[in-house]
């Protein structure tokens, strides 16, 4: 069996050309989308991850409005940006960047929640999940729009599929669950969560059709752990060094290599899931200005 590798790099290109048109004929409209983002210190991660995000919101018409607070910050001025950020029309995306300096972790819970349901699109409110759980108009984490619009696009349907996710956290399992669980189109499957250390977890991921997995154990499900002909979307991520070159490099929670023998569709890593994440939080902030505008 020859499997479909789901390039997100790929398909978010593409999704950012359509993205930058949908932009423009809500601009037509007197309507810009704007995300803003707020890095607290110096991080070299979270800068280069901002700057992702803001080369982004150039290429999908997305007005960025980043907020960058000294090291030292105190938790009343990053409680106070957030809160100006929710008074602000122009603002229809909010998120804070992720590690916060150490002496802000006491106030991190608090920064999330004051971020109002209806620019969270981060998708971490607990109105937002309460909202995707019963059906409601939500905002998921860029991680699940990545997947359902990874499988719309290749016109795979989880309708009434068993799909099983290994992973029960609050970013992936949980809320991919709930969009798929709704009785509407692109969903209406049989979710089955599972634990990573769940003794016999191959008795649960060889009935999967579609299996999501995401623990980072490098090489954690192997090909007899699954079943002919499934879709497998893999979100894990570990740095390993190469025991040939020596040099270091990221790979998946799957077997890739194995794996994509008896697969229709699977995601590679890297390359894979990851690329989609900016592209859909764009597409989230896009969603909030449509929705603040009622169109």
Same mark, same amino acid.
């Given at each position: 069996?020859?499997?479909?590798? $789901?390039?997100?790099?790929?398909?978010?290109?593409?999704?950012?050309?359509?993205?930058?048109?949908?932009? /423009?004929?809500?601009?037509? &409209?007197?309507?810009?989308?704007?995300?803003?983002?707020?890095?607290?210190?110096?991080?070299?991660?979270?800068?280069?991850?901002?700057?992702?995000?803001?080369?982004?919101? /150039?290429?999908?018409?997305?007005?960025? +409005? +980043?907020?960058?607070?000294?090291?030292?910050?105190?938790?009343?001025?990053?409680?106070?940006?957030? *809160?100006?950020?929710?008074? !602000?029309? *122009?603002?229809?995306?909010?998120?804070? *960047?992720?590690?916060?300096?150490?002496?802000?972790?006491?106030?991190?819970?608090?920064?999330?929640?004051?971020?109002?349901?209806?620019? !969270?699109? !981060?998708?971490?409110?607990?109105?937002?999940?309460?909202? =995707?759980?019963?059906?409601?108009?939500?905002?998921?984490?860029? #991680?699940?729009?990545?997947? *359902?619009?990874?499988?719309?696009?290749?016109?795979? %349907? #989880? @309708?009434? &599929?068993?799909?099983?996710?290994?992973?029960?956290?609050?970013?992936?399992?949980?809320?991919?669950?709930?969009?798929?669980?709704?009785?509407?189109?692109? =969903?209406? =499957?049989?979710?089955?969560?599972?634990?990573? $250390?769940?003794? %016999?977890?191959?008795?649960?991921?060889?009935?999967?059709?579609?299996?999501?997995?995401?623990?980072?154990?490098?090489?954690?499900?192997?090909?007899? +752990?699954?079943?002919?002909? =499934?879709?497998?979307? !893999?979100?894990?991520?570990?740095?390993?060094?190469?025991?040939?070159?020596?040099?270091?490099?990221?790979?998946?929670?799957?077997?890739?290599?194995?794996?994509? /023998?008896?697969?229709?569709?699977?995601?590679?890593?890297?390359?894979?899931?990851?690329?989609?994440?900016?592209?859909?939080?764009?597409?989230?902030?896009?969603?909030?200005? @449509?929705?603040?505008?009622?169109?």
């Amino acid at each position: 069996m020859t499997a479909i590798i $789901l390039d997100g790099k790929k398909l978010s290109a593409e999704i950012r050309i359509e993205l930058k048109a949908e932009s /423009e004929r809500l601009k037509i &409209k007197g309507v810009v989308p704007g995300l803003a983002g707020i890095l607290v210190g110096e991080d070299p991660g979270s800068a280069t991850y901002i700057g992702l995000k803001s080369k982004a919101c /150039e290429e999908t018409g997305v007005k960025e +409005m +980043m907020r960058h607070l000294p090291e030292n910050a105190t938790g009343v001025e990053l409680l106070g940006t957030i *809160q100006k950020l929710n008074s !602000d029309n *122009q603002v229809h995306g909010i998120f804070v *960047q992720l590690p916060l300096p150490e002496h802000l972790a006491a106030v991190e819970a608090k920064a999330l929640a004051l971020v109002v349901p209806e620019k !969270d699109v !981060d998708g971490f409110h607990t109105i937002n999940v309460g909202r =995707a759980w019963l059906g409601q108009t939500a905002f998921f984490p860029a #991680v699940v729009v990545a997947i *359902q619009e990874m499988l719309r696009r290749n016109n795979y %349907d #989880v @309708k009434y &599929k068993n799909v099983v996710i290994v992973n029960v956290d609050n970013m992936v399992g949980k809320p991919l669950a709930s969009l798929f669980v709704q009785d509407i189109d692109g =969903a209406r =499957a049989n979710v089955t969560f599972c634990h990573p $250390l769940t003794p %016999d977890l191959a008795e649960y991921t060889r009935r999967a059709d579609v299996l999501v997995v995401s623990v980072n154990k490098p090489k954690f499900i192997t090909a007899n +752990m699954v079943k002919e002909g =499934a879709v497998v979307v !893999d979100f894990g991520g570990t740095t390993v060094t190469d025991a040939v070159s020596g040099k270091r490099k990221t790979v998946g929670d799957v077997d890739f290599d194995a794996v994509k /023998e008896k697969t229709s569709m699977i995601t590679p890593v890297p390359g894979g899931v990851g690329p989609m994440l900016v592209t859909m939080l764009m597409a989230n902030t896009i969603k909030s200005a @449509k929705l603040a505008a009622g169109l």
